[in-house]
């Protein structure tokens, strides 16, 4: 079985999946929602913004403010959809019955990590295609929204490989998902203490992914920043292939 042939196997399973859908059609009607509101406020506001010389436009009061949005529900919808990628199979005994068939178990990871990384992707453009569609006949600042898709489709990334990491950890899926929130809420608030103790800069700062989040979606995009994804991605991942490597050294 090949790498590909994993990827196609995963998104099968998720095309079957009752949360899977269940997921996608209440956080796309929210988001809708959040829009219309968005749009009709910055409507509103034309008179108002008008008068002021460096106003906002579109794309800081409505399609930013989305993707903020689709970041907050990815907080707890990426952990639903990654918690049965290893967890569920090892508790049903099929994980084994998948190993046992020679495949490496990086490529048992990488290729189920990519099938939920295509779900999120659509998610991703399904979200997307609505201040497209408004900002098509506005104007729309296509640079800054280019960067805060690029860190929204950054941050799915880093999730979806930490609820890998999770996953490959535990046999329970609601375990896992609980622990890849967790991971998860650590790593956006790390520095909230040295920010109390009125300590700011430096490597917890650094080390906290809403400092790189944030960079991207007011339009600034910076290297230090895309090599902190890469490396949360490649860490998780890494870490769940070490975990799969030691089930098949044990068996």
């Not at 269940?22 to 988001?31: H, K, M, N, P, R």
């Not at 608030?189 to 650094?206: C, I, K, P």
Request: charged fraction near 10%.
């Amino acid at each position: 079985m090949s790498l590909g042939a994993v990827t196609r196997l995963e998104l099968r399973r998720l095309a079957v999946r009752p949360l899977a859908w269940a997921i996608a059609a209440l956080t796309i009607a929210w988001l809708a929602w959040s829009f219309v509101l968005g749009l009709g406020q910055f409507l509103g506001a034309q008179v108002k913004l008008a008068g002021m010389a460096d106003a906002p436009g579109f794309t800081d009061l409505v399609a930013i403010p989305l993707l903020a949005e689709l970041a907050k529900l990815s907080f707890l919808v990426v952990p639903l959809m990654t918690m049965s990628l290893l967890a569920g199979e090892r508790r049903t005994g099929t994980l084994a019955l998948l190993a046992s068939t020679g495949l490496a178990p990086w490529r048992i990871v990488v290729g189920k990590y990519l099938a939920v990384l295509l779900w999120l992707g659509l998610w991703l453009l399904a979200t997307l295609a609505m201040p497209l569609l408004v900002g098509a006949e506005s104007t729309a600042d296509w640079g800054k929204l280019a960067a805060a898709t690029l860190g929204t489709a950054l941050l799915l990334a880093t999730l979806a490989a930490i609820g890998v990491a999770c996953s490959a950890a535990t046999s329970f899926p609601a375990i896992s998902a609980a622990m890849a929130l967790i991971v998860t809420l650590v790593l956006w608030t790390v520095d909230r203490g040295a920010q109390a103790a009125g300590v700011s800069g430096g490597f917890l700062e650094w080390l906290t992914m809403a400092t790189h989040l944030q960079n991207l979606l007011r339009g600034l995009v910076v290297s230090s920043d895309l090599v902190w994804f890469a490396l949360a991605i490649a860490l998780s991942l890494i870490l769940a292939t070490r975990r799969l490597g030691g089930d098949r050294e044990r068996q």
